[in-house]
T-cell receptor
Framework: NAGVMQNPRHLVRRRGQEARLRCSPM?????VYWYRQLPEEGLKFMVY????????ESGMPKERFSAEFPKEGPSILRIQQVVRGDSAAYFC????????????????FGPGTRLLVL | KNQVEQSPQSLIILEGKNCTLQ??????????LRWYKQDTGRGPVSLTI?????NTKSNGRYTATLDADTKQSSLHITASQLSDSASYIC?????????????FGQGTTLQVKP
């Protein structure tokens, strides 16, 4: 059973370009979470999605950032018109059931995509 | 404000020695606390999960403790190995339905030297 897969592992963009980050959850997992880790900082929650639904996007910047998790295919985190401050590691995690309030709902993390904006 | 603070920020120990990492949190209402290990360039991997009613939980050479009254947790590593060199992250979840929020500490960077 393959783990959470993210691609690309490294992405370089110039200011103003678009960045698309992909996440394929573990087999059987229908809940996906995106986190951002800025240099020298801890991970910060961005968005929580189920298939075709955004459940909680309270951590997403209001502009330029969007996320989707279609019925078929990977989850996509899209950053439009990137700026240097977007440079960070973006981690995706998945879980077999939703929410985090109950014991045992471990989130399994992917290896991350490291975005560098020049 | 929900926060998770870890100490020390970094730690260097010799192979074979024990160490203890600390985590203080102000998350409320509390649901569970997790310790993750993050190797350089990799995603976090779960070590332990503890709920309000649990005081201690072990995973091999890793033992986590939780004091929900003082809102403190520790991660004790016994007989350290070179492969223990990593960042150890304390993560707290608040009670909430249908949300994905985990609150992460900044981590303690552990370096084990031969």
């Amino acid at each position: 059973n393959a783990g959470v897969m993210q691609n690309p592992r490294h992405l370089v963009r110039r200011r103003g370009q678009e960045a698309r980050l992909r996440c394929s959850p573990m087999k059987g997992h229908s809940h996906v979470y995106w986190y951002r880790q800025l240099p020298e900082e801890g991970l910060k929650f961005m968005v929580y999605l189920q298939k075709e639904n955004i459940i909680d996007e309270s951590g997403m910047p209001k502009e330029r950032f969007s996320a989707e998790f279609p019925k078929e295919g990977p989850s996509i985190l899209r950053i439009q018109q990137v700026v240097r401050g977007d440079s960070a590691a973006y981690f995706c995690a998945s879980s077999p059931v939703g929410g985090l309030a109950d014991e045992g709902k471990t989130q399994y993390f992917g290896p991350g995509t490291r975005l560098l904006v020049l | 404000k929900n926060q998770v603070e870890q100490s020390p920020q970094s730690l260097i120990i010799l192979e074979g020695k024990n160490c203890t990492l600390q985590c203080n949190y102000t998350v409320s209402p509390f649901s569970n606390l997790r310790w993750y290990k993050q190797d350089t360039g990799r995603g976090p991997v779960s070590l332990t999960i503890m709920t309000f009613s649990e005081n201690t939980k072990s995973n091999g050479r890793y033992t986590a403790t939780l004091d929900a009254d003082t809102k403190q947790s520790s991660l004790h590593i016994t007989a350290s190995q070179l492969s223990d060199s990593a960042s150890y992250i304390c993560v707290v979840s608040a009670i909430a339905s249908n949300t994905g929020k985990l609150i992460f500490g900044q981590g303690t960077t552990l370096q084990v030297k031969p």
